[in-house]
């Protein structure tokens, strides 16, 4: 490990919990800003995820790690939600609300009661007569857009130009 990516560490004094003497207590750089945050009162730190994040998922007894710019979708079935990509896909039990909260910092966008969509993944967005939309992926997939989610697109890119949507 190089000097430059150790982590930064520091002492601090802090108070036992229940009692009156104070115990050295060691810090890292994570854990510093958390309580730094929490001392100065500062509610919300603006977060600027990588779009190269891995997350944890435990499946089959296993815990794998999968890049999230690798997923392109993720589908609810039933209890399960499937988190889709071009090597396979795994199945979990959550629900999609749950979800669509915690990946939508990481360029998740709901599309569908069902489907959150990977916005990195959209090529190319067709409307349909009904008033409903379909998104064309990266490698042919296509999924559609419910009439109710469809102002959902707004976030799909940063500057949309010419026609509204």
């Known amino acids: 490990m190089t000097v430059g990516t ?3 560490r520091r002492k601090e004094l802090r108070r036992a919990p229940g009692s009156r003497k104070l115990v050295i207590h060691d810090m890292n750089q994570s854990q510093r800003v958390a309580s730094e945050v929490k001392h ?3 509610r919300s730190v603006p977060v600027h ?3 190269s994040e891995r997350i944890a998922i435990k499946n089959q ?5 999968v890049h999230l710019n690798e997923v392109f979708a993720v589908i609810a079935q039933g209890n399960y939600v499937l988190l889709q990509r071009d090597a396979g896909s795994y199945c ?7 979800l669509a909260g915690r990946l939508e910092p990481y360029g ?3 599309i569908h009661r069902s489907a959150l ?3 990195y993944w959209v090529e190319e967005v067709s409307p349909y007569l009904t008033g409903e939309y379909l998104l ?4 042919g997939r296509e999924l559609k857009v419910s009439r109710s989610y469809k102002k959902n697109l707004r976030s799909l890119a940063e500057l949309w130009l010419g026609n509204d949507i």
């Open 6 to 8: 150790m982590p930064t």
């Open 40 to 42: 100065y009162g500062v």
């Open 49 to 51: 995820p990588k779009h």
């Open 61 to 65: 007894g296993r815990i794998r790690f």
């Open 92 to 98: 979990l039990r959550e629900s999609i609300s749950l």
């Open 108 to 110: 998740f966008v709901r």
């Open 117 to 119: 969509v990977n916005r």
């Open 136 to 139: 064309h992926l990266r490698g």
